[in-house]
């Protein structure tokens, strides 16, 4: 799946010796972003020049005290260009994916990041999923737009860099560390738990994989919201400890590492502030950056689940018309109007 590409850059005519030109173009004030700059600097030794559009070009210096300035740091200076948030955060399925759906991902939505990630805004999909299960609905997706960064099984944080995906090793490995010494303390009463499960509902499946030493996926909701109270009431002899579910899919995890918390993180690194957040999911485990304190607009799709809508409004956020990746769309397109 490969990442967007800049697109390329017009020929330039030649500029005499003593031609120093600089253009800007006009924002347009209800998109919210520059259209066009292009500076150009000469110099005895030659002409130098910049082009933010496609990212290309030498850095520069004028007389009149620009001063160096890269393209890297264009988007600290101006924010994205002007647009009302500089990072965009959703979950996957049942969000933007819908495996039933044709296409799975709307093309709407796709156009929308795409647009969003020319102009600087970063995107991140923040799932429960694993990188292999993830990579494999993104291929089938056939998407023309790859996301900055990925949030996987609700902690772990992985960064799009040098054609692919590297993982944030420093939050990496303390999520990794803190969850094996917290599911080592429970070890045993993982045991009890897990045959109590498989008495009082059977035919549901309990295992433990490399993420959670009990995950469950109950044969109906119904079943689930009754596990689910189980084991809030054993989280509670554990502060650490969380029960994580996402529709009739259940986990332990540590309550320091979540969508929340995880997307905390990358804003940390991007010195992005929660109220130039943008984030929208469809379920539970979604909750923890469904709050204003994390981002400040949010938003869920049509099919959310009851606890996500009402979350969602209660925040001050929108909850769409339309389903899926289509409402997504919808709710960032009523913060660009």
């Known amino acids: ?41 000469n110099r005895e030794t030659g002409e130098a020049s910049f ?11 004028d007389s009149v005290g620009f001063g160096l300035l890269e393209w890297s740091d264009w988007g600290k200076r101006t924010g994205s260009m002007d647009l009302p948030f500089d990072l965009i955060s959703t979950d996957f399925d049942g969000t933007i994916f819908e495996e039933f759906e044709t296409p799975s991902i709307a ?8 647009w969003l990630q020319e102009r600087g805004v970063k995107w991140v999909i923040n799932t429960g999923r694993s990188y292999d299960s993830l990579m ?14 990925l949030v996987l099984v609700e902690r772990e944080i992985h960064i799009w860099k040098n054609g692919r995906f590297a993982g944030h090793d420093v939050w990496n490995e303390q999520c990794e560390d803190k969850h094996a010494s917290l599911f080592e303390l ?7 738990l897990s045959e109590w499960v498989r008495a009082t509902f059977p035919g549901t499946h309990v295992y433990s994989d490399a993420h959670s030493p009990m995950c469950v996926t109950a044969r109906c909701n119904e079943e689930s919201d009754a596990i689910q109270i189980r084991m809030q009431e054993y989280c509670e002899t554990h502060p650490e400890l969380v029960w994580v579910r996402n529709d009739v899919h259940s986990r332990f995890s540590h309550i320091e590492f979540s969508k929340g918390t995880a997307l905390r ?12 957040i943008f984030a929208a999911g469809d379920e539970l485990n979604d909750l923890p950056m469904l709050r204003a304190d994390v981002a400040g ?6 099919n959310a689940v009851p606890e996500v809508r009402e979350q969602v409004e209660s925040e001050g956020g929108y909850v769409a ?7 997504v769309d919808e709710a960032i397109g009523r913060l660009l109007e």
Do not use: W
């Open 321 to 327: 018309t339309r389903s899926f990746a289509a409402g």
């Open 297 to 302: 607009f949010l938003a869920a799709p049509a």
């Open 136 to 149: 494999l609905s993104l291929e089938q997706a056939d998407l023309s737009v790859t996301p900055n960064y």
């Open 1 to 41: 799946m490969p990442p967007i590409e800049a697109r390329p850059k017009g020929s330039r005519s030649p500029r005499s010796a003593e031609e120093r030109a600089i253009t800007v173009g006009v924002s347009d004030a209800r998109l919210g972003f520059i259209k066009a700059l292009v500076i150009a600097v």
């Open 107 to 114: 093309h709407e939505f796709e156009r929308r990041i795409a």
């Open 51 to 61: 082009d933010p559009l496609t990212g290309r070009g030498s850095n520069f210096c």
């Open 265 to 276: 993180e990358i804003a940390e690194r991007l010195d992005i502030p929660a109220e130039r």
């Open 186 to 192: 429970i070890r045993m009463d993982v045991r009890e």
